[in-house]
């Protein structure tokens, strides 16, 4: 059997909403010596359905040729495997390309089909206050208002629950983003423990090879001190009785009615905020081509178009 089409046996995956610090716990865990880590695996179950149905391998491939993360990657597609061998056979070659032992994913959507593909997986939650998710998301342009913003957060923790239903306790773990920077040797020392791994210190040395700062404190509960009022309101009229379940302080504001014309206003808003950010993001021109190829399905145009875009977000992202 080729290395490729090696079976991986008890991945680790890493699962949350996005902006909820799952890039800086990748991070730690990428640094470890005997851990791999690939970013954003979603490419391996977005194409699966809710059933659990692989898709079509030549449909498959013809996505990923404008799939901005997967191409980014430098995996090779062995065409003589199957979709289960083939997802398998990218966490092989992350593991092989930077020679570590133990290799993990993480995923922020449709988690709950991991399954599926990787029946012995192990999982680790990350769970940030939802509030400060929803902050976090107006300033990626990924929503207009809170009351958007917090819809990866329900959705994350929604799968969350279905999922953690189907593992043995054995097989999965929680940590929250505030005790992973409040207290990160601990923190990081009881996933490593989950893992089977000895803590290494060099997990908090990626600040010196990446962006991103050390653990700090400072970056907890900014809700508090960034949201009106009426913002913490929105949110909490979504999420209050899931804060709590989570171990989570409500503000104390007068719980607010948000009632179904106010609800159609935060949408269009949402909208509109949504389709300025794309516009000055990418231009006119690109933003139009980007909807018409699409609504119309005319392929070729989609590609070409796509890549331009992914070509503008991996400037952005630099």
Sequence with gaps: MKANSQLVTEPIFLVGAERSGTTVLRLMLDHHPKIAWCYEFEYAVDKV???GNFPSLEDYYKWLETHRIF????FTIDRSLSYLQLC???LVQKREQVGKKLVGATVHHHFDRLLSIFPDARFIHLIRDGRDVARSCIGMGWAGNVYSGVERWIEAEFLW??????IPPERQIEVTYETLIEKPIETLTQLCNFIGVPYDEAMLSYAQTTTYDLPDPSLVGQWRRKLSNAEIQLIESRIANRLVERGYELSGLPPLNVTPAMERQLKLQDWWARVQVRVQRYGIALFLSDYL???FNINPWQKRVRQKLNDIER????
């Design 88 to 90: 398998h056979s990218f």
């Design 315 to 318: 400037i952005r992202l630099k």
């Design 161 to 166: 629950d279905k999922l953690s239903q189907s």
């Design 71 to 74: 191409q980014d990657t430098g």
């Design 293 to 295: 190829s699409r609504r």
């Design 49 to 51: 359905s809710d059933e």
